[in-house]
């Protein structure tokens, strides 16, 4: 978007703030908001499928009816592939994803995505062998590929101004609810006689996507795609709706309906730039790729993976050996694990990103230093109170982990991809995500069996590596619009080199500078644009009300001179490219 140098200071939160909207002071009282914003909760429900599955395989290990039906003398290899049989379906499912949502839509590629993560789990619930197990996760995983590359596209996009931050960071924090009912559903079967103590947990692991499959009879399509295939009134007509309770008149779902057909104008006029080599085109897109390629492979390679789905085998080695204290456990890390979560969820808007990433990262290094500690000397004292200790430590780690790891891991990617990448910038980074955990869940039984508490050495090299990338390249994206974060990656200049030189007819528009500063108190400056030119005036920055001067050329119109507020001119900023 372009916009004079001073104005682009105030954040996108501070700026939305300055616009009437007609919406409650409480989401709950509001029954627009109250409607979309459960409706999203819905959508959230593929976080917490996978989340069933993180925590499902560790309570199915320690079942002897589940390590029968799979074989007794099933190698550890094999083991390996059935538990990554979900990273195996969607690593080839999340690029394929990422062109179907972009081409029918977000709400019908998460339908695709949930319709077969239901139809996996059903027919997992009633195989025998380990390879048919692996066939069923494979569906499973596909599946979730569709679903986990649409569904935060689409809660981010409906998300009201002030709600999106929370939201899209409280995405992934659901992972933990899947993960607790998959514990308590394992802890309460665990003692039946028949197979039916491992095939109900797996039989439920269809309710999440079920879930989700409703929540799409309650949401909207996004409206950024809509006007992205021509359905700017239908785009319009939700933004009213659930954003302004369906006031026409409202400022706010006005400002941004104009923002984001700016946007997209500006972006449709290179339509060429919407494939995945756009991302090596400009510095910024270069940035964003970078951090979605390492957030993905970090957020599986700082030891929460060997964890997440070895908790059993961990335990075993500092002396905890009890069936129903090692479900206990379980299910109570994960509880854990969601409250602690959804705290960093909301302090993620609070707080901002990187103070969360870094205290994340640095506290997980030094847990997992004493759990390594700690493990070394079990293994020779072969004490139980240095082995509580490593359990004890064990939630220090994923309390860590949880503040920002959690939340971000799908907020951050998607908030600094603009539209045009959007889906597919999150479907590289899953994709990582996916072959990280493969990686993961197929190398860890077999290190984990020779090197026991000496495979966490390679962890902490991993975390003393993620600190200082995460210092040096990850920037803070607190407080802006899905819109304005561009700015973060390619500068102002790079923004208005790109809005200003082409319009979205494909026209060529004039260069856009600065001419002139009458007194330090007062902002003067000409955007030499054709068909328009525009002189503005902002004593002060002024957000009440500044006198803007539209000079149409000759063959157009009359010269006019209209009073407007700030987010009025940053709106017409953004719509440079309308012919008078």
Request: contains cysteine; hydrophobic residues 45%.
């Amino acid at each position: 978007m372009v916009g004079a140098p001073g104005l682009t200071k105030s954040t996108g939160t501070e700026h939305y703030n300055t616009l009437q909207n007609n919406v409650a002071a409480s989401w709950l009282r509001d029954p627009g908001l109250l409607r979309l914003n459960l409706g999203i909760g819905f959508i959230f429900a593929s976080a917490a499928s996978n989340g069933y599955d993180g925590s499902l395989m560790n309570g199915l290990l320690v079942m002897d009816t589940f390590n029968r039906n799979l074989g007794t003398n099933i190698s550890s290899s094999l083991l390996g592939l059935v538990i990554a049989g979900i990273s195996l379906g969607g690593l080839p499912s999340f690029i394929p994803a990422s062109y179907v949502t972009d081409r029918v839509g977000r709400k019908k590629a998460i339908g695709i995505g949930s319709s077969l993560m239901v139809l996996g789990a059903v027919v997992q619930a009633f195989t025998r062998g380990a390879y048919a197990m692996l066939a069923t996760r494979i569906v499973i995983g596909i599946g979730l590929g569709f679903s986990q590359t649409s569904a935060p596209t689409l809660a981010t996009e409906l998300a009201h101004p002030k709600h999106r931050g929370a939201i899209s960071a409280l995405f992934q924090a659901t992972w933990y609810w899947g993960a607790i009912m998959a514990a308590s559903c394992c802890m309460g079967t665990l003692f039946l006689d028949s197979s039916w103590g491992w095939r109900v947990p797996c039989l439920l692991q269809a309710v999440f996507p079920g879930l989700q499959l409703v929540g799409l009879a309650l949401v909207p399509e996004s409206p950024r795609w809509l006007v992205s295939v021509g359905r700017e009134e239908e785009a319009r007509m939700i933004l009213t709706t659930y954003h302004a309770n369906g006031s026409i008149d409202d400022e706010l779902a006005r400002f941004e309906y104009e923002e984001i057909k700016a946007t997209i104008a500006a972006e449709r006029a290179g339509a060429a730039r919407s494939g995945f080599l756009t991302f090596f085109k400009t510095p910024g897109n270069r940035h964003r790729l970078f951090i979605c390629v390492f957030s993905g492979f970090m957020i599986n390679w700082v030891g929460n993976g060997i964890v997440s789905y070895y908790l059993a085998p961990i335990l075993r080695t500092v002396g905890v050996t009890n069936l129903t204290a090692q479900a206990g456990i379980n299910l109570g890390m994960q509880v854990w694990n969601a409250i602690l979560s959804a705290v960093g969820a909301v302090c993620a808007e609070k707080f901002g990103r990187r103070p969360l990433w870094l205290t994340s990262a640095s506290g997980m290094l030094g847990a997992f230093v004493v759990i390594t500690a700690l493990s070394a000397t079990f293994a020779k004292t072969q004490s139980h109170a240095v082995g509580a200790g490593v359990v004890a430590f064990l939630f220090v780690f994923f309390g860590f982990y949880d503040i920002a790891f959690t939340p971000l891991s799908i907020a951050y990617p998607i908030e600094i991809l603009p539209f045009h990448l959007r889906a597919k910038g999150l479907s590289i980074n899953l994709t990582v995500v996916f072959a990280a955990s493969f990686f993961n869940q197929y190398v860890n039984p077999v290190a984990f069996e020779r090197l026991e508490w000496r495979l966490y050495f390679v962890y902490v090299g991993v975390l003393c590596v993620v600190i200082p990338v995460i210092y040096f390249t990850f920037p803070e994206t607190k407080g802006r619009t899905l819109e304005e974060i561009a700015e973060v990656f390619d500068g102002k200049k790079a923004q208005v080199e790109e809005d200003g030189h082409r319009g979205a007819d494909g026209r060529d528009r004039g260069q856009v500078r600065m001419v002139g500063s009458d007194a330090e108190d007062e902002l003067d400056m000409k955007y030499e644009m054709e068909p328009t030119d525009l002189v503005f005036r902002d004593p002060g920055l002024s957000k009440e009300g500044v006198q803007m001067e539209r000079i149409v050329p000759k063959g157009c119109g009359t010269k006019h001179v209209e009073t407007l507020t700030v987010a009025e001119f940053r709106k017409d900023c953004a719509m440079l490219d309308r012919a008078c």
